[in-house]
């Protein structure tokens, strides 16, 4: 079992940058690839950015390429998200969430993190 906590969320202004973190308790983190996710009011929530087992390899949302980066630091379990540019349409939850290998889904999520980005 991994918990997932988040923090660094808040309100910014349209253009400033926020990084998120996500710490994760137990001694497997790092073999769990990792995601940050997003739901805003009256939506579904969407995938963001997603990062494999070494930090090796990262992918993102379209919405969000070239603005946000996705890291991780196996040896302090925490997952990383550095939000750049930001606007007031990426206003939402941010959750964290991690993936067994092999599974087809993210299978723990931590409570989310606010973040709210003013015109």
């Known amino acids: 079992q991994v918990q997932l906590v988040e923090s660094g969320g808040g309100l910014v202004q349209a253009g400033g940058s926020l990084r998120l973190s996500c710490a994760a308790s137990?001694?497997?983190?790092?073999?769990?690839?990792m995601g940050w996710f997003r739901q805003a009011p009256g939506q579904e929530r969407e995938f963001v950015a997603g990062i494999n087992r070494s930090g090796g390899s990262t992918y993102y949302a379209d919405s969000v390429k070239d603005r946000f980066t996705i890291s991780r630091d196996n040896a302090k379990n925490t997952v990383y998200l550095q939000m750049n540019s930001l606007k007031p349409e990426d206003t939402a939850v941010y959750y964290c969430?991690?993936?067994?290998?092999?599974?087809?889904?993210?299978?723990?999520w931590g409570q989310g993190t606010q973040v709210t980005v003013s015109s």
């Open positions: 137990g001694r497997t983190f790092s073999s769990y690839p």
């Open positions: 969430a991690g993936r067994r290998v092999g599974s087809a889904e993210y299978n723990y």
